[in-house]
């Protein structure tokens, strides 16, 4: 009989497994969007209040998605703080300033790759937004859909760049 042993290389031994970028990609995608979902169900109700901060709270979405595919949700909140006052100007926050306010709370992040994600996925997200428009025509009902999606396909991809971004 042969004896069985197991050959195990030096080489990777005590590394850490790095963060996949495609389950922060998935996380942070499921975020947004329900967060985005919410701001749009609360656009209707009349209460600017509530829809502002839920509005300011998608910025949190992809933080989040890279926390929970990292295994580390909760433990820094000054991302978490980052990514939602950078969320405070609609149309320059997922360009300019939420990956800079991301960055400037949390060094450990690549800005050039933190910006390159967002403007990805912005990018991604209105051509989602519009081919959804194309797609539903003239039913105004797309547009709180649309909203989620363009969202989504943001923080997907913005989580997805902070993942492969992160220097420990």
Request: hydrophobic letters at 60%; charged letters at 5%; proline letters at 5%.
């Amino acid at each position: 009989m042969i004896p069985l042993t197991s050959a195990l290389s030096t080489a990777n031994a005590g590394a850490r497994p790095g963060t996949s970028p495609w389950m922060a990609s998935l996380y942070g995608g499921i975020a947004s969007a329900l967060i985005a979902a919410a701001s749009g169900l609360l656009l209707g109700t009349n209460m600017p209040v509530l829809y502002i901060l839920a509005f300011l709270l998608i910025g949190a979405g992809p933080v989040l998605g890279y926390q929970l595919a990292a295994g580390k949700l909760g433990q820094d909140w000054k991302t978490l703080l980052g990514g939602i006052i950078g969320f405070i100007l609609p149309i320059l926050s997922p360009l300019i300033l939420w990956p800079l306010l991301v960055w400037a709370f949390n060094r450990s992040f690549g800005l050039g790759k933190l910006w390159l994600g967002s403007l990805l996925g912005f990018i991604l997200g209105v051509a989602g937004f519009f081919a959804l428009g194309l797609m539903i025509g003239q039913d105004p009902a797309w547009v709180g859909m649309g909203w989620a999606v363009l969202w989504s396909l943001w923080g997907g991809a913005a989580a997805a760049f902070m993942a492969s971004s992160v220097n420990e």
